[in-house]
């Protein structure tokens, strides 16, 4: 058998029924055999960068790892934006990279090139990835594939690469069998103390769950939701756990961190003991200033050992899967029949949301408010299957407040923060889910992958596609204007962009492009209705040059002091 059709076989194997690429000269063999497998579809992307971040989306939304397929060379260095991106965010997924034949590699030699476009990948993604596989000889091929699929979905999951010169993807192998992967789960080596766990919980007075991003890679969502109902415990998400319960749901505090809510960041200040499912509790999420963490009781269960007693110390540590223990935790109250009461202190938050409303946190903002944009954007938007946005202050004002229903996925370049991610992951997403997908974006991260819209238009995909257009890079102005006295090289001074609505056009995409309130709720309507046939669409926003994203933690402070400095409701009037 041909290596690369044992290749497209592997794939279809999987259950992947898509991969992603830009086509090169390195790459020839395989999507040749891959394009003879009809349940295999090949997208091609307009820029090797898009493929990965598609990539990274189909695998956060499947749960299987997402392929991408890139040359040698210019082809394999532009995917490590989206590598790095799958790393720290725990997507799988799989890079195939072509490389130059064996006989053209420099080897040992003291030189910098020998074959046209040899270039080492393997070295330049390796600190990025689970593991990265050179492969010097045919027989190597069926091993490597097995165990670089396995690696990616088992554990915390991630990115692989896969580096294959032209001469081996043309060899022949015996092949006796195909295998299907399936996740292994490692059991811990020590055995959790449930009885203590849950002492701890019925002993705070104001216990909250911090939920991230861990919950949904891991596999765990229903075996949360189920947790969530028999403990009736608060549920404040970090941003990569926004879509892990509905907006709606009565145990949904809202979203922590930098641009959090404000009330759920109080909520955290008040709290006597955090429960960590799924979050590293990085600095996006706590802050700089941890000390006031140290009067808490924090119970943190990570399936990394390294990200235990990392920024926050003295936790109650548990190294498990989430799957593992939530089982686990599960079945402990069900023989112990245990309840929780924490009615009052969920009262509590309540009255701090309704007093911290996230709609007037721009009260001078001129024109459309983008939090209040958002909310109605999402509030008769259930046919959505996913929510994509980019990086930039449109970012914060999504996860602060759209409001996602059961079942709807919110993704984002988190760990990265990559901007240019929300187009091309919007498309891995969408042919994942064969479902309308929105991306949300700034006027400068779309520009980054604007290229992609060939791609949209080409595969007539589902994808809705709104521009916040501030015309200017708005989170670092926003820095600018803190730090910087307001001199803004480079986001307002050497910065512009496009009418979206009319490169949109070119493209052959449908448009509109409004400005006023008065215009949002048609704006809205024609952006969700499709009369027959579902297509995508794009939506220019026009908003404030100068509106912020807030509430923002003050530089230094601890999470609950965030600017702008206000009274409860008075933001109003400030």
């Known amino acids: 058998m041909k290596v690369s059709d044992y290749i497209a076989a592997f794939i279809h194997k999987q259950g992947i029924n898509v991969v992603f690429e830009m086509a090169g000269g390195m790459i020839t063999h395989m999507l040749d055999s891959i394009a003879a497998y009809n349940e295999i579809k090949i997208v091609s992307m307009h820029h090797e ?4 971040f598609a990539a990274d989306a189909y695998g956060r939304v499947t749960g299987r790892p997402g392929v991408a397929l890139a040359t040698s060379g210019p082809g394999a260095t532009n995917l490590l934006t989206g590598i790095g991106s799958c790393y720290f965010d725990s997507s799988p997924a799989v890079f195939i990279t072509g490389q130059v034949n064996l006989h053209e590699q420099k080897g040992d030699r003291s030189i910098r090139q020998l074959g046209f476009q040899e270039t080492d990948i393997a070295s330049m993604a390796e600190p990025i990835t689970k593991a990265v596989y050179r492969i010097t000889d045919a027989s190597q091929i069926k091993q490597v594939f097995e165990e670089a699929f396995l690696v990616s979905i088992s554990g915390r999951p991630g990115p692989v690469l896969i580096d294959i010169p032209m001469n081996i993807q043309r060899a022949e192998i015996d092949v006796d069998q195909i295998l299907y992967i399936e996740k292994e789960f490692t059991a811990p080596s020590v055995k959790t103390n449930h009885q203590e766990i849950f002492d701890r919980i019925m002993a705070a007075t104001k216990p909250v769950i911090l939920a991230g991003g861990g919950i949904r890679s891991s596999g765990a969502g229903p075996l949360f939701t ?9 549920v404040i998400t970090s941003l990569l756990g926004i879509d892990v319960l509905p907006r709606t749901d009565e145990h949904n505090v809202g979203f922590l961190g930098s641009y959090g809510n404000r009330w759920a960041n109080l909520a955290v200040g008040e709290s006597d003991l955090i429960l960590v499912l799924g979050s590293r509790l990085d600095i996006r999420q706590t802050g700089a200033d941890t000390n006031f963490f140290k009067s808490k009781t924090i119970i943190h269960v990570d399936c990394e050992i390294g990200e235990l007693n990392n920024r926050i110390d003295n936790c109650y540590i548990i190294n498990d899967d989430l799957i593992h223990f939530l089982q686990e935790s599960l079945n402990f109250i069900r023989t112990t029949n245990i309840t929780i009461e924490c009615s009052g202190w969920k009262a509590r938050i309540n009255t701090l949301k309704i007093s911290w409303p996230d709609i007037n946190e721009l009260p001078s903002v001129k024109g459309i408010n983008p939090n209040i944009f958002m909310h109605k954007l999402s509030a008769n938007a259930e046919s959505i299957s996913a929510w994509i946005a980019d990086v930039g202050n449109h970012q914060m004002w999504a996860a602060q407040s759209l409001e996602l229903v059961e079942g709807q996925r919110f993704l984002t370049s988190g760990g990265m923060g990559a901007m240019g991610f929300a187009l091309p992951a919007a498309i891995g997403a969408c042919f994942a889910s064969n479902k309308p997908v929105v991306v949300i974006a700034g006027d400068g991260g779309f520009q980054l992958n604007i ?21 200017n ?42 400005s006023r309130d008065d215009e949002i709720a048609t704006a809205i309507e024609w952006f969700l209705t499709d009369d027959q046939e579902l297509k995508p669409k794009l939506l220019q926003v026009i908003v404030d040059s100068y509106a912020n994203a807030y509430p923002k933690i003050a530089f230094g402070k601890p999470l609950t002091e965030m600017e702008p400095f206000a009274q409860p409701i008075a933001m109003e009037s400030t």
């Open 49 to 52: 960068q898009a493929a990965s």
């Open 226 to 234: 189920e947790f969530i109902e028999k403990t009736q415990l608060p």
């Open 451 to 471: 290229q992609e819209l060939q791609t949209i238009f080409r595969n007539n995909l589902q994808v809705k596609m709104i521009v916040i257009n501030n015309n």
């Open 473 to 514: 890079l708005g989170m670092i102005r926003q820095f600018q204007d803190s730090y910087f006295n307001s001199r803004y090289q480079s986001t307002f001074w050497g910065y512009s962009a496009p009418d979206f609505a009319k490169v949109a056009t070119a493209y052959g995409i449908e448009s509109l492009t409004i």
